[in-house]
């Protein structure tokens, strides 16, 4: 298989993806012609790998992705199995994925497989890489991410006594790869200019379409006043979020009880303008305004058929949709290079701007709590005073 042409994808949706614990693999002549010697045994334990991370949306497809990249290399350019990569070949392949061939990058995301006559089915126009714009170079976050699942990953195939030693670990110049900074990078969000676009974009929508986008307008909401993580909306095999997790204490304080990252489970609290988001978004559904305790209505619910959203990309595309209508009307009013700054923006931005405006006016350590940081030092970063003074005090220095 040539090298310029893009390989298929290698796993289904988490959705969609079978059990290969229960339903052992037998063949992978439908990824690709020729595999190499023990492509089966790599599968299924890759398999098995990225199965593990089922409980988070966001982990299991950050596993997928450098899983079956690695797998596309190894197999497709190096053509060797896992037991043969040494720590050489890590090398060569971080190397080939800075830039890796033009005929894997898309232009933008699209379903991995197909439903056809009732078979998940390869989809012709799915890339390994995606660039939107301009010519693709993986980020420091993207490499950082590459060795940290890589390194696991060989770790768990030590474990399966599939492999005797970790080729990443062995590395001794991973710092060539990645760069040191001063300090942590600039927090991605929006300006407050874009959040009143954004905002509008979706009041807007759901006063003109309420059947479709009241769902648009609180899923917009929360993830900004309350700063979820998409993978806190949708339905997992380990979480379920319903109205029953907008919870009343005995002081008539409102709080939601959500399970995020690394499976920890926190509450947030909720502020008088969400509340009534709430409220506006459950009239809209027929709903009493307020849950009363144990509501097991989904949070987030499907326009089509019964249950919740369970999929992350759909959340992503609801976003997505109110973020292009903003642009639109950014440059309709002449702001044309916040527009084309909005063009960048990802739901996680919102999580970060909810954030960035809540530490201006209250106490950090509340901030950390709702949001679910591990430590302050994550939620000070959140903080620009230090970096604004830094700036200001170099505004009037002179060349000559």
């Known amino acids: 298989m040539s090298v310029e042409r893009s390989p298929v994808a290698f796993f289904d949706t988490l959705e969609e993806m079978r059990n290969p614990f229960k339903e052992p693999v037998t063949s992978v002549d439908h990824l690709m012609p020729n595999p190499p010697v023990d492509a089966l045994l790599d599968y299924q334990h890759a398999s098995e790998f990225v199965y593990s991370y089922r409980g988070s949306p966001d982990t299991f497809s950050t596993y997928r992705r450098e899983i079956e990249h690695f797998l596309h290399w190894c197999w497709l350019v190096a053509h060797k199995s896992l037991t043969q990569v040494v ?237 292009d209508t903003a642009v639109v009307s950014m440059r309709a009013d002449g702001f044309t290079e916040d527009a084309e700054r909005l063009c960048d923006a990802t739901v996680h931005w919102l999580r970060h701007t909810g954030i960035s405006e809540d530490v201006k006016h209250r106490p950090r350590e509340h901030v950390r709590d709702d949001a679910g940081h591990g430590s302050s030092a994550t939620t000070d970063r959140y903080v620009d005073v230090e970096r604004a003074e830094r700036h200001a005090s170099a505004r009037d220095k002179l060349i000559r």
């Not at 060795?147 to 195939?157: A, E």
């Not at 690394?262 to 978004?281: P, Q, T």
């Not at 144990?294 to 499907?302: C, E």
Request: proline share 6%; aromatic share 10%; net charge positive.
């Open 87 to 323: 720590r050489e070949d890590i090398e060569t392949y971080v190397e080939f994925s800075e830039h890796p061939p033009a005929g894997w990058i898309g232009k933008k995301n699209v379903p991995r497989l197909l439903n056809k006559d009732g078979v998940r089915v390869n989809n012709p126009d799915w890339r390994p890489y995606v660039c939107q714009q301009g010519e693709y170079v993986a980020s420091q976050s993207t490499i950082q991410s590459m060795f940290s699942v890589l390194s696991s990953f060989f770790n768990f195939l030590i474990q399966e006594s599939f492999l005797s030693a970790n080729p990443v670990s062995q590395m001794r110049q991973k710092s060539k790869y990645i760069k040191k900074r001063q300090s942590h990078g600039k927090i991605r969000r929006l300006s407050p200019l874009q959040w009143d676009y954004v905002n509008d974009a979706a009041l807007s929508l759901a006063n003109n379409q309420p059947a479709v986008h009241e769902r648009t307008l609180f899923i917009m909401s929360a993830l900004f006043a309350m700063y979820l993580r998409v993978s806190e909306l949708v339905e997992t095999p380990r979480w379920r979020p319903t109205m029953g997790h907008f919870q009343m204490d005995q002081e008539g304080n409102w709080w939601f009880l959500t399970v995020g990252k690394g499976n920890k489970e926190r509450e947030v609290s909720v502020s008088d303008a969400m509340l009534e988001a709430l409220k506006r978004y459950r009239l809209s559904r027929g709903l009493p305004a307020l849950p009363a305790p144990g509501d097991s209505t989904p949070l987030i619910h499907k326009t089509r058929g019964k249950g919740g959203i369970s999929s992350t990309r759909q959340i992503r595309s609801i976003v997505q949709h109110c973020f």
